[in-house]
T-cell receptor
């Protein structure tokens, strides 16, 4: 868990601005994910990536963009098209192919984004 | 696609009592079932997991049971303590290349 670093921990955004949340992992994990969590709610998948230079939309990708130029980095940009961006954002990572069954996801400490 | 349901959504127990959280899943091909604990304002952390070739797994006060025929699995916490108060998420997935599907969460309160 300690190998996934998110920054900043707190971020304030003015309406109409784009902001980028950083996520770096030194676990040599193949896959990386971004989740959004609203207060008192569950985890909603925004984007995920299983390999460098490739990523897929999750359940709520509208208004967000990502890149995966390096294995260890998966930044998330919250664009002005995201109308209600105030939330807790969690980056996560996992190993692929380590088991014939499912994968364990490990989370970063999260970033709080508030629109002011 | 896979759907994971979780009950109850909130649970209050007296300190020392047991707590049980139940999840059901829809895709019979799912074979990995992790449980995460999320304390207020913090990240979810894996507390226990079970794979489909095992019916039960225990780690100190925490145990998980799996019924593949009925497609449900449960988290059991015995001798609850105030520090067990948190939101618990169950999840299900197939291969490591498939998305992990989370349940909506259960907010557990342990009353001293």
């Amino acid at each position: 868990d300690g190998g996934i670093t998110q920054s900043p921990k707190y971020l304030f955004r003015k309406e109409g601005q784009n902001v980028t949340l950083s996520c770096e992992q030194n676990l040599n994990h193949d896959a990386m994910y971004w989740y959004r969590q609203d207060p008192g709610q569950g985890l909603r998948l925004i984007y995920y990536s299983q390999i460098v230079n490739d990523f897929q939309k999750g359940d709520i990708a509208e208004g967000y963009s990502v890149s995966r130029e390096k294995k260890e980095s998966f930044p998330l940009t919250v664009t002005s098209a995201q109308k209600n961006p105030t939330a807790f954002y969690l980056c996560a990572s996992s190993i692929l192919g380590a088991s014939s069954s499912g994968n364990t996801i490990y989370f970063g400490e999260g970033s709080w984004l508030t629109v002011v | 696609g896979e759907n994971v349901e979780q009950h109850p959504s909130t649970l209050s127990v007296q300190e020392g009592d047991s707590a049980v959280i139940k999840c059901t899943y829809s895709d019979s091909a799912s074979n990995y079932f992790p449980w995460y604990k999320q304390e207020l304002g913090k990240r979810p952390q894996l507390i226990i997991d079970i794979r489909s070739n095992v019916g039960e797994k225990k780690d100190q006060r925490i145990a998980v049971t799996l019924n593949k025929t009925a497609k449900h699995f449960s988290l059991h916490i015995t001798e609850t303590q105030p520090e067990d108060s948190a939101v618990y998420f169950c999840a299900a997935s197939k291969t490591s290349y498939d998305k992990v599907i989370f349940g909506p969460g259960t907010s557990l309160s342990v009353i001293p």
